[in-house]
Nanobody, 128 residues
Framework: VQLQASGGGLVQPGGSLSVSCAVS????????LAWFRQGPGGEREFVGA????????YFEDFARGRFAISRENAKNTVYLQMNSLKPEDTAIYFC??????????????????????WGQGTQVTVSS
């Protein structure tokens, strides 16, 4: 299984950007998915997650109200829409997936250790 993140780039403060992550294989519908980010010299931190049935999402405080996650099972793709971007949002954004959802369609994880599948990351830079 491979996760391929794309869509990163340079955006001005206050702007918007959408990044996506395509997941190979046939098990996409069974994955809970998440986005994490890692800024310069920082640790990888949780951004947001979506349950495998797509009905539940959860965001870290800094992302709540500004970011949105969605999934499109027909395209094996998960999206992260980021609005009102700030310079401190500058980071490499990683998508992650797990099939270990405790047999719960509503489950999602918020920790790095919850996910065993990772993409390579896409750089998002917020600067004027």
């Amino acid at each position: 299984v491979q996760l391929q993140a794309s869509g990163g780039g340079l955006v001005q403060p206050g702007g918007s950007l959408s990044v996506s992550c395509a997941v190979s294989g046939r098990a996409f519908a069974f994955y809970a998915l998440a986005w994490f980010r890692q800024g310069p010299g920082g640790e990888r931190e949780f951004v947001g997650a979506i349950s495998r049935n797509g009905e539940f999402t959860y965001f870290e405080d800094f992302a709540r109200g500004r970011f949105a996650i969605s999934r499109e099972n027909a395209k094996n793709t998960v999206y992260l829409q980021m609005n009102s971007l700030k310079p401190e949002d500058t980071a490499i954004y990683f998508c992650a997936a797990t099939a270990d959802t405790y047999n719960d369609d509503n489950w999602y994880g918020i920790h790095v250790v919850n996910y065993e599948l990772w993409g390579q990351g896409t750089q998002v830079t917020v600067s004027s």
